[in-house]
């Protein structure tokens, strides 16, 4: 009897015992519906196949682009915040006591010096003035007077008809007569200036703020907070940019001698490039023990007046002259605590993490100051699916620099890694 017919011959059995014992029979069938017939097995007098379970499929490694990292000519700038202040900011308060009889201005207004701002009530100033000048005149009158007797008495000594005593308290007279006259000039003085005061004028040019008075209001005046105060003015132009430096920076600056005159460029909040220039003025002398920095100043020119105290800004400062860069899109920093790195990849395809000291971000790529290398193989794109000690597809792109934004693109049909990627100059 043939294979063939053994094989038969058993699955008639193992029907039968299927019909005489449904429970236990038909074991040959339950064999077959889960197994593949490529090996026959003979195992008790019965003949059946079996199949091993297919070996699990490679998962392929991740795709990513990668570049050498750009080497440009650059300025190295170090960067900070700060806020912009008013190159000039005065409280204007009254110099004379009075009730305000108008104003002069609107609320938020571009002002000269020397404008008129509030007119206090001058007439009690004006009555006092035109007294003071009564006083000087009767001075005179006294001066003259004093000058007359003393002059006729001169006259007499030559006859013996004066004495020299006589002599003397007319000639004293004449002196407290014109101490007398030079008091009353110096009344009128002050009353003259109680009226010139009574016309309350902006003392800078600038933006005035609110009215903190209205007319009808009695005001009076005082050394600092003792007088009323009715309104500030800030000077826009020139406006200055204060900011504080670590004493590393510090450090770093004075070395390489950025001092008064450096040049400064400032981005405000909303804005990707730095558009605002200006120079860098003051430096305080000493650094704050508490926070181990020192504060420092700019100055801009503010023309249009857009500049407003108060606002924050980026600024960059200039370190030094220009250096030959390593250059990579920001995107492809990765943060691993307080440590910066970038994922590199071998020629076998295996991914690293570098360690790097980053820079500034210059049209729009971050300089790598050091822990990177120029023949480095740096990922792009498709760094979520690049793992630190795993395989991956490399695939070559380019890395070009573009303000504003990080460039990282991949190269026009692109083939596996084989060599050096290209750079955008």
Known sequence: MNMLQSFKRAEADDDAAARANPRTGGTLRRRLAWAALPVLVIAGGYAYTHRAAPAPMAM???????????????????????????SRSVEVRPRISGQIVAIHFKDGQIVK???????????????????????????????????????????????????QSEIDRLRARVQAVNAALAAAQARVRARTLDVEFAT????????????????????????????????????????????EGSEALFLKAKREGAGPGAQVQIKLQDESDYRWTGTLDFTDNGLDPRSGTIRARAVLANGDLFLTPGMFGNMRLASGENVKAL?????????????????????????????????????????????????????????????????????????????????????????????QATFAR
């Open 113 to 163: 010096a020397g404008q008129p701002l509030f007119t206090i009530d001058a007439r009690p100033f004006q009555a006092a003035l035109a007294e003071a000048q009564a006083g000087v005149a009767t001075a005179r009158s006294d001066l003259a007077l004093a000058q007359v007797d003393l002059d006729r008495a001169l006259r007499l000594v030559d006859a013996d008809a004066v004495s």
């Open 327 to 419: 250059l990579v899109p920001d995107t492809a920093v990765q943060t691993d605590q307080a440590r910066k790195t970038l994922l590199v990849v071998g020629k076998d395809g295996t991914v690293a993490a570098k360690p790097v000291v980053l820079g500034p971000v210059i049209d729009g790529l971050r300089v790598i100051r050091s822990g990177l290398d120029a023949n480095d193989r740096v990922v792009i794109t498709g760094t979520q699916s690049a793992m630190p000690g795993g395989k991956v597809q490399a695939m070559a792109g380019r890395i070009a620099p573009d303000a504003g934004t990080s460039s990282a693109q991949a190269a026009p049909h692109s083939t596996p890694l084989a060599g």
């Open 60 to 86: 392929p490694a991740p795709v990513v682009t990668v570049s050498a990292p750009l080497q440009r000519e650059v300025a190295l700038w170090d960067d900070y915040v700060g806020r912009f202040e008013a």
């Open 200 to 243: 309350v004028r902006a003392p800078i040019a600038g933006r005035v703020s609110d009215r903190r008075v209205d007319a009808g209001n009695l005001v009076s005046s005082g050394d600092g907070p003792a007088g009323t105060l009715l309104t500030t003015i800030n000077a826009f132009d020139p406006i200055y940019f204060t900011f």
